[in-house]
């Protein structure tokens, strides 16, 4: 069992930077691969970004990419999201997630946290 919450959201105006931190207890957190999706009202939910369990291997969508960086300290069973040069389109309720392996899928991911808003003004 995994239990999640994210910290970290909050306003910020287009161009600037915002760090998401989602702690995690149990003490199987460094068995898990996890993701951070994102949903904004009336869509459905998106993939972000993925790591692995050892923090070796990444992937991130398209839209994000060389703008987000998932990183995880397993010592502290954190992960986080350093998101700069946000945009307007970026803002969402962005959910952090656990699953066995790298996945892009919401469903294959067995454990979420709450979500925190992040809002960028334009």
């Known amino acids: 069992q995994v239990q999640l919450a994210e910290s970290g959201g909050g306003l910020v105006q287009a161009g600037g930077s915002l760090r998401l931190s989602c702690a995690a207890s149990?003490?199987?957190?460094?068995?898990?691969?996890m993701g951070w999706f994102r949903q904004a009202p009336g869509k459905e939910r998106e993939f972000v970004a993925t790591?692995?369990?050892?923090?070796?291997?990444?992937y991130y969508a398209d839209s994000v990419k060389g703008r987000f960086t998932i990183s995880r300290d397993n010592a502290k069973n954190t992960v986080y999201l350093q998101m700069n040069s946000l945009k307007p389109e970026d803002t969402a309720v962005y959910y952090c997630?656990?699953?066995?392996?790298?996945?892009?899928?919401?469903?294959?991911?067995?454990?979420w946290g709450q979500g925190t808003q992040v809002t960028v003004s334009s």
């Open positions: 790591i692995s369990w050892s923090g070796s291997s990444t």
């Open positions: 997630a656990a699953a066995i392996g790298l996945r892009v899928a919401h469903r294959e991911y067995d454990y």
């Open positions: 149990g003490r199987t957190f460094s068995s898990y691969a």
